[in-house]
């Protein structure tokens, strides 16, 4: 099983348009590098991007950098997001 400190040390990317870092909702946004804080058990996880705490559907959650619709795009395995806490 994937522990807490194993996923926290991890990459995660999104490309998930955030308002509080510029983006405009509905526009495709730049691919960041992330940090998984938590995940809420349903869909929703919390992350670190740029500095910034943020909260977006695990959807947007990747493995490796790439948008959702690229069909190349690995997501963030469920075992990654069962490991970390809850908020």
């Known amino acids: 099983m994937t522990s807490r400190r194993d996923v926290a040390s991890k990459t995660v990317w999104t490309d998930y348009p955030f308002a509080e870092l510029g983006d405009t909702p509905g526009e495709p946004a730049p691919i960041r590098p992330a940090r998984l804080l938590s995940y809420d058990g349903n869909k929703y996880c919390q992350l670190v991007v740029c500095g910034r705490r943020v909260e977006c559907k ?21 075992t990654w997001l069962v490991a970390v806490e809850r908020p």
């Open 58 to 78: 695990y959807c947007y959650v990747y493995r490796t950098p790439g948008r959702c619709d690229d069909g190349r795009t690995r997501h963030v395995p469920l």
